[in-house]
Structures are given as structure tokens and as C-alpha cells.
């Protein structure tokens, strides 16, 4: 047993034959907040390590135990189980990798992990509840990520992402209750309820993997939305402004295509739908600057008005041609700040039929107009 530091200890037995160690049978390290227990077996011929055991860690939120076992290129496989893990710095590798902007993690690269905990904490205060996983990386990034989980007792929340015969991935992730699951990755805060499902394709062999898919939400409301109540507030829409305010504002589908580049998130003939309100969006989304720039059109009484652009050669004319659109229907701007956006609406717009709707588009930005970044870039149902 020996010092190290001011308060802490460290403890390691050695067996050796000759000059070769061949078993540790205990080592431990305790500190004031950290406890790890374990011992290190060594092979038969002298090679080196074969695995490490531990039979405790504990530091912080992290009380688990597992093992570590070196693999012939370098990489390690490790397995751990336990009641709790505090996984926020890993959940932040995750996310950044799978999103264009990976960096090289030495101690991550070459890694199959495979977990089995009671609670895992993703950031400060935010957790998962009895997680299974097996995450696997290799060239600075996660080739298999098999992640299933539960944020309350009645939603569970499951992540995928699976490498394909050509050597690019699938990314698939549902949940039964998006509201809950685009909360807990600080996506939108705003969203009640919803069936989830987000499925897409990263493109692995060009530059910043970028990530082109679809996300879908069915039976959804929205709540307390800035934005989208200022939205409804200039259009004079008082009852969906009151249910904004209220219980949330229901709605029945959102399709949202994507494209996720380089921390630029491309939307285009995004649709939301519900009874009283429907909405469709294309533009873009600047996750790292939180700046967004969308247009788009919003339909009031959307069942009703929706309807006439379903009538077989006419539905064109009355709409515009526009995927979702409706016969009066006011086209908006959104741009600037993600958290508190500049709303515009076209009022001549809401008057007129869709045929009409493309004249009065005064609103509509050029492409010399559109928001740029940092770096000056422009701007189905869930089963």
C-alpha cells in the first residue's frame, strides 16, 4: 500500500517469475470521491496482458463493475454492468461524431463496449433507465451502436446505427415518446407526446459523413412555442393561440426530410398536419451557431383547406403546386436566432388562391439574402 498524494492510496500485489509478471492478483486505487478494486491477469507465455477485471468502480455517479480485454490490433473489448454510469462525456463523443464533426479519440478508437446499467446519466440532470448497448468504433467513428433504454416507465427510447454491406451506415431511432426524447437531446423543448421515428443513411465516404434522412412524428402537440405563437398572433388565429398557451396545439403528422452536414441541418417539404393548423418549411438549420433560416407556407383550418388540393387536376391550381399546401394558406419567413427568430408573414399571401400565392411571394429571399454561419455557408408514420 502506497501514498499517492496527499489523499489517496494505491495497492498492488505482483506474483513474478523471474523478471516476467505473470498475474496481479489485486490492485486498488481509493481517493476521496473514486474507489476501483480489481486484478489484472497476464498470460501463460509471457506475451503480456490478457484481461483486467475490476470488481469496483466507483467515482462520482459511475458504481459499476466489469473488464477490460486487449484486442490483437490495439483495441480493447470491455463490458461493464452495474447500477449506475455516468455516460455524459461519452454521450458528447456520440453525438458529435455522428453529426460531421468527429475528432480522433485515441482512447476511444478500436473500442467494443457492451453495458448493462440501471441508470445512465447522458448530461448533469438528465438520465436513461435500464440501458443494454453495445457501441463499437473504429476510424474515429461508431460503426455499430445498439442502444436500447427507457426515460420513464412508459417510454422507451432505442438507438441504432448498423454498417452496411457498401461500408456506409444506418441510422435508425424510435421512441413512444418524441417529446420527452427531443427534450432530453436539447432538440426542441416544445413537443408533447408523439410516436418517433427517425431513420437516414450516413454517407461515410465523403467528407463530414453527412446524414440523409427522415424524421417522423405522429399525434403531437405543441406547447408554449415562442416562435410559432408569434406566427399564428400576426395571422389573427386567436383560438390556436389560446391552445398554444394552454393544453398545446395538436397535431397529427410531421415529415420532416433531411439532410445533416457539417453541423447544417438542410430541411426541405417539411410537413406538419393536424385539424386546426398545418404547416410546411424548407430552409436551414445552423446547429453550430443556433441561427436558423426557413420559409414555408402555415394553413389555417388545415382539414378543410387541405382538402381542395387533393381534387384531381384542379388540387394544382388551387394550391400552387405545393406538396401539402392549401387553398389559402400565408406564407412566412423565419430567420435569425434559433431561440427567439424573426417571424415574417406575407398578408397578401393568405388571400390569395395558390395559383396566385407564388406572385404575391414578396417575402421570399434570394439567395444573396439567406442567413449564413460562422464558416459563411447559405443559408410516413413512426412504427
Not at 473489448?77 to 453525438?95: K, N, T
Not at 444506418?170 to 418517433?196: C, I, Q
Not at 436558423?292 to 381542395?308: C, M, R
Request: hydrophobic share 40%.
Amino acid at each position: 500500500s502506497q501514498p499517492v498524494g496527499a489523499a489517496a492510496t494505491a495497492e498492488v500485489v505482483v506474483d513474478l517469475e523471474g523478471k516476467v509478471v505473470t498475474d496481479i492478483p489485486r490492485f486498488s486505487l481509493k481517493a476521496a470521491d473514486l474507489d476501483i478494486q480489481g486484478k489484472a491477469k497476464y498470460a501463460l507465455d509471457g506475451i503480456g496482458l490478457e484481461r483486467i477485471d475490476f470488481a469496483r468502480i466507483s467515482y462520482g455517479r459511475t458504481k459499476m463493475k466489469g473488464a477490460l480485454i486487449p484486442k490483437s490490433d490495439g483495441g480493447w473489448e470491455a463490458g461493464f454492468h452495474g447500477p449506475s454510469f455516468d455516460l455524459s462525456p461519452l454521450w458528447q463523443e456520440v453525438m458529435a461524431d455522428n453529426t460531421g464533426t468527429e475528432k480522433d479519440n485515441p482512447l476511444l478508437d478500436k473500442l467494443t463496449l457492451v453495458v448493462e446499467f440501471d441508470r445512465v446519466w447522458i448530461d448533469a440532470t438528465q438520465e436513461l433507465h435500464d440501458i443494454s448497448g453495445t457501441f463499437s468504433r473504429a476510424g474515429n467513428l461508431w460503426q455499430t451502436i445498439m442502444l436500447d433504454s427507457r426515460i420513464d416507465a412508459k417510454s422507451s427510447f432505442n438507438l441504432s446505427i448498423r454498417t452496411r454491406e457498401d461500408g456506409n451506415r444506418d441510422f435508425t431511432m424510435r421512441s413512444e415518446d418524441a417529446g420527452k426524447v427531443l427534450k432530453l437531446l436539447g432538440l426542441y423543448p416544445n413537443m408533447v407526446g408523439g410516436k418517433l421515428l427517425i431513420t437516414g443513411t450516413y454517407d461515410d465516404a465523403k467528407p463530414g459523413q453527412p446524414l440523409k434522412g427522415t424524421i417522423v412524428v405522429n399525434d403531437y402537440r405543441v406547447i408554449n412555442a415562442p416562435a410559432l405563437a408569434h406566427l399564428v398572433s400576426i395571422m389573427s388565429l386567436t383560438g390556436i393561440l389560446e391552445a398554444l398557451q394552454g393544453e398545446g396545439l395538436a397535431f397529427r403528422d410531421l415529415v420532416i426530410p433531411f439532410d445533416l452536414a457539417n453541423g447544417i441541418f438542410n430541411l426541405k417539404n417539411a410537413k406538419a398536419t393536424g385539424n386546426s393548423l398545418g404547416f410546411t418549411a424548407s430552409g436551414k438549420v445552423f446547429r453550430h451557431t443556433d441561427l436558423v433560416d426557413l420559409e414555408g407556407t402555415v394553413i389555417p383550418a388545415y382539414v378543410i383547406n387541405s382538402a381542395f388540393g387533393r381534387i384531381p387536376v384542379l388540387g394544382d391550381l388551387f394550391t400552387g403546386g405545393e406538396k401539402g399546401g392549401g387553398v389559402f394558406a400565408a406564407t412566412y419567413t423565419m430567420t435569425g436566432s434559433l431561440q427567439d427568430p424573426i417571424v415574417a408573414v406575407n398578408p397578401l399571401s393568405a388571400l390569395a388562391p395558390g395559383f396566385l400565392r407564388n406572385v404575391f411571394g414578396i417575402f421570399s429571399k434570394s439567395d444573396g439574402e439567406r442567413v449564413k454561419d460562422d464558416n459563411g455557408a447559405k443559408a410516413p408514420t413512426a412504427q
